[in-house]
């Protein structure tokens, strides 16, 4: 898989919006990106994931650059509940996409202040 | 049902112990996985099943010994542990077919707390 850069750790304040960037400057075309997010004492949870356009559902929007050697997942307005450690994953699935191995790697530590 | 279930939620063997760690999923997902995490670390694959069949282990050490007797269960044998395989243990499941329509993300549990003793 390759290879994603994210900030070890990011502060927010309740009700404002959150950008946790991720860089894939070795990203290949038919790598998507993937966000996952673990909440304290939980299994990862699925957030979001696109190839070359934005991306938007109830949970996130997902900005991804042209060039695509960077995206950034947008929480609009983040809760207590939105503080997890969120990973950014590149997922290869356009070698015909049998099963396909998921591999973390150590993600961004969201703080959100009351 | 969208939940991966697994059981027990927490467990304490000691180093010569047999113990085996279950997950279930109803949601029809061909491929199952086991991961373990450690303490402020990323979750590690462990092992892939597709279809039923072992398709990936990541150099597991043989203490370590799955199953998966149908579609919907997938078990984790645990045998000779040692302490430093205490950690959080972690089922998945997703689709196997790639299916650009829809959403193919995994299904994680809330995993079994192991602590070898």
């Known amino acids: 898989d390759a290879k994603t850069t994210q900030p070890n750790s990011m502060e927010s304040n309740e009700e404002e919006p959150v950008h946790l960037p991720c860089n894939h400057s070795?990203?290949?075309?038919?790598?998507?990106i993937h966000w996952y997010r673990q909440l304290p004492s939980q299994g990862p949870e699925y957030v979001i994931h696109?190839?070359?356009s934005n991306v938007n559902n109830r949970m996130a929007s997902l900005a991804i650059a042209e060039d695509r050697k960077s995206s950034t997942l947008i929480l609009h307005r983040a809760t207590l509940r939105d503080a997890a450690v969120y990973y950014c994953?590149?997922?290869?699935?356009?070698?015909?996409?049998?099963?396909?191995?998921?591999?973390f790697g150590k993600g961004t530590l969201l703080t959100v202040n009351p | 049902d969208t939940e991966v279930t697994q059981t027990p939620k927490h467990l304490v063997m000691g180093m010569t112990n047999k113990k085996s760690l279950k997950c279930e999923q109803h949601?029809?997902?061909?491929?199952m996985y086991w991961y373990k995490q450690k303490a402020k670390k990323p979750p590690e694959l462990m092992f892939v099943?597709?279809?039923?069949?072992?398709?990936i282990n990541e150099s597991v050490p043989s203490r370590f010994s799955p199953e998966c007797p149908n579609s919907s269960l997938l078990n984790l044998h645990l045998h000779a542990l040692q302490p430093e395989d205490s950690a959080l243990y972690l089922c998945?499941?997703?689709?196997?077919?790639?299916?650009?329509?829809?959403?193919?993300?995994?299904?994680f549990g809330s995993g079994t707390r192991l602590t070898v003793v």
């Open positions: 099943y597709s279809y039923e069949k072992l398709s």
């Open positions: 994953i590149l997922r290869d699935v356009g070698s015909g996409g049998s099963n396909y191995k998921l591999t």
């Open positions: 070795t990203i290949s075309g038919t790598d998507y």
């Open positions: 998945a499941s997703s689709q196997v077919i790639r299916d650009r329509t829809r959403r193919y993300g995994y299904t």
């Open positions: 949601m029809g997902h061909r491929a």
């Open positions: 696109g190839l070359t």
